[in-house]
């Protein structure tokens, strides 16, 4: 998910959380002041999808959900689970794919004059906010038996342990920390050989994080980057696509909102789901552009968002703020990248990948027409033949290696 996202589920929540609740004075200063300014996202998705609303039922929609919940295959794929442990404890959860034979088997390790064949290339994918390793599926399909991959789950996201530092210190979220993390995991999944880092909005800021912190690690052992849909910095400036006072509005009032909301979690996940046509919504509004992505991806997309408690939603939208890694991108510098974006994405806009690829003039740029900011769900195909010509460059697979696709994720029959 976004960071605009998450003022989706403000709005809806809030709103839900009072009437659901009744609560008086302080509730209702809270959520009226977050349905007047967060409001206007809500307006601006509701109204995509006004006509829908009107001429389907409720209950037809229900269905229509938990059909597609039952029928899609997306973010079934698993691996060989791991466990990574933070600096503070939390327990960070991963899944090894090894690469494989033609016969089918991971190849042995063998001797040469005494020594251990070179360990393997590791590609090591690190997802966005409010969503999971499951956001990289059709990536993580198509790479199978071609390459070593390691999927991991931020703190408090999927099947990785909530923060041990913010639930117990009450520290707050930052992207140094979540860099630290990627570190953990790096040290217990990928010990040795080359790496390659691919990261997905937050996932690309924790890599430029763990760049920051540990810039030998990167000279010494990182081979390639891809960074998608991500930003070096500034999100404080982006508008979301909404006009300047509405986006003005939401920025003065959202961090405390986000607070309230998420020291009522209970009651606000309730509010969340008697919200859910307006939620569903909003995610699409802010994480596809097409018109004609298939519904059981986008359900894919929402159920993964649905799965982010309130609590961390609000615990991790100030750290985006407070980002900046534009100087850790030099590290980057000598090596092969690949900056890619959605022209339309209102979350991270693409003006925030040009900037990132004028600082490493070497990178290949590719900016993906009528996509949004979940460009690897809803454009597959263009991310997955990026990635993988990345990785020939990078050395990490042989130029004849075949890389296969995975479903559709457009409504065309057939």
Not at 390 to 405: D, S
Request: hydrophobic residues 45%.
């Amino acid at each position: 998910m976004s960071e605009s996202s998450a003022e989706g589920v403000a709005s809806a929540a809030a709103a839900a959380v009072a009437s659901a609740t009744g609560a008086a004075g302080n509730w209702r200063k809270v959520t009226g002041i977050a349905g007047a300014a967060i409001g206007v996202i809500a307006a601006g998705a509701a109204a995509g999808v006004a006509i829908e609303r009107m001429t389907v039922g409720r209950g037809i929609r229900k269905k229509a959900r938990l059909a597609l919940d039952s029928a899609g295959p997306y973010g079934a794929l698993r691996g060989m689970p791991g466990r990574a442990y933070a600096e503070d404890g939390t327990e960070l959860y991963y899944e090894v794919d090894e690469a494989e034979t033609e016969a089918g088997v991971a190849p042995r390790r063998r001797r040469l004059f005494g020594r251990k064949a070179p360990a393997p290339v590791t590609v090591v994918f690190s997802h966005g906010y409010c969503l999971s390793q499951d956001s990289w599926h059709f990536q993580r399909a198509a790479l199978r038996s071609v390459v070593r991959t390691v999927h991991w789950d931020q703190r408090s996201h999927g099947r990785s342990g909530r923060g041990a530092a913010q639930v117990r210190d009450g520290v707050p979220v930052s992207i140094d920390q979540l860099g630290s993390d990627l570190k953990a995991v790096l040290d217990a999944a990928v010990p040795e050989g080359p790496i390659v880092l691919v990261g997905h909005s937050m996932g690309g800021m924790t890599v430029m994080a763990l760049a920051d912190r540990y810039p030998e690690l990167i000279r010494e052992r990182v081979v390639a980057v891809a960074l998608v849909g991500t930003s070096s910095g500034r999100l404080g400036e982006v508008n979301f696509g909404l006009p300047v006072a509405g986006v003005n509005a939401v920025r003065r009032v959202l961090p405390g909102v986000l607070r309230a909301l998420g020291q009522q979690a209970e009651l606000v996940e309730k509010g969340r789901r008697a919200t859910a046509d307006l939620f569903a919504g909003i995610i699409k509004r802010y994480s596809f552009a097409s018109r004609d992505v298939d519904p059981a991806v986008a359900r894919f997309a929402e159920r993964m968002i649905e799965g982010t408690p309130i609590d961390v939603v609000a615990e991790f939208y100030p750290a985006f703020t407070d980002h900046d890694k534009t100087e850790a991108l030099a590290l980057f510098q000598d090596m092969p990248v690949l900056v890619l974006a959605g022209v339309k994405d209102l979350v991270t806009p693409s003006e925030h990948s040009e900037a990132i690829a004028d600082l490493l003039p070497e990178a290949e740029l590719v900016l993906v027409p009528d996509a949004g900011h979940l460009v690897m769900l809803e454009h597959p195909e263009v991310v997955t033949d990026r990635l993988a010509d990345l990785l020939t460059r990078a050395g990490a697979v042989p130029a004849g290696a075949t890389v296969g696709g995975y479903g559709s994720t457009t409504a065309q029959p057939g």
